[in-house]
Structures are given as structure tokens and as C-alpha cells.
């Protein structure tokens, strides 16, 4: 049975620390035994794929950064061991700083977004455009540069015009094969 007191709540972190809070948080919730006012402590995360020796490398990057996602029944010692967590900015919350649980509807949508994220696994998501100039990262024209002719976005293909031997030619990529410039 889910406690209706759990509310979802969002840190603000120093950018880049998110990960760090989440285990001090985690630590001093059990160093407190207050297991019971905090239920979670998550960082959205979203999967990403990037090219790496013409191999695809699956990695992981903050949605949200700064930001660390809490469910608690915030009280106001609970609340203000929180605070007081190196790298812990505070709560996102009213001007005099105090805490504000997200609404519902915001909680189903970052998680529902998290979910989503995981599921879906391979989609790159790059928005590349006619005129742009990337630079190939894989294949044998890796570390050429070109510019953009055509965008296959149901395909997730480009054709990219690079000079070889001073003429321009048209090569055929996938996403995972060039980086922006």
C-alpha cells in the first residue's frame, strides 16, 4: 500500500554533483534511520548512443541537471537535514525557499518520461539540417568535413557532401556516423 504523505519533491544540486547527492542523501537517510519519511531519491537519466572506434557506445546523461528527484513526507527537520547535504542547493520551491511537492501530473509526466527513456533504447534523436556542416567521425572517411545535402529522418541518413581529391562527392551517412561541427 502506497503512503499517501510521500509527495515528490526536487532538489536543486550543483550541476554535475547530481549523482553525489543522491548517495549523500542516501547515507544520511540511513545514517538517521529515516527510511520511512524518504521512500526514493532518482536522477532522470537518458540513454544516448555515440560513436567510439566504429563501435556504438551506449552512455547515459542527466534530463534534468541540477535537478535530483526525491518522494518523502518532508517534515521540517527532514527537510532541513536535506538542505544542509554538501552540494545541496536547496528545494525548488515558493521565495522564502520552502519546499513545494510536485503535482501529480508533473511526477506522472518526468517518470513517465524516464520510463519512456528506458524503453526506448535505441532512438537518436539529432536534428540535423540541409546546410549544416558536420564532420565524420566513422568509416573511411572519418575526420572529413562536409556539409549537409539531404536529411533522411525516418531512415535517420544523411547525404553529406565532403571534397575528395578537391571534388565534392556524396556520401551516404547514418547519424552515428557524424558529429556536429
Known sequence: MADQSLKWYVVRAVSGKE????????????????QHLVAQVLIPMEKYYQMRDGKKVAKERNYYPGYVLIEASLDAETEHVIKNINSVIGFLGDKAGNAIPLR?????????????????????????????????NDGPFNGFTGEIEEVHEDKKK????????????????????????
Open 104 to 136: 501529480p501530473s508533473e511526477v506522472n509526466r518526468i517518470l513517465g518520461k524516464v520510463d519512456e527513456m528506458a524503453e526506448q533504447g535505441e532512438t537518436i534523436n539529432v536534428p540535423y539540417y540541409v546546410g549544416e556542416t558536420v564532420k565524420v
Open 158 to 181: 544523411l547525404i553529406v557532401m565532403v571534397k575528395v581529391f578537391g571534388r565534392k562527392t556524396p556520401l551516404e551517412l547514418n547519424y552515428m556516423q557524424v558529429e556536429k561541427e
Open 19 to 34: 549523482k553525489k547527492v543522491k548517495q549523500y542523501i542516501d547515507a544520511e537517510i540511513s545514517r538517521l534511520g529515516i
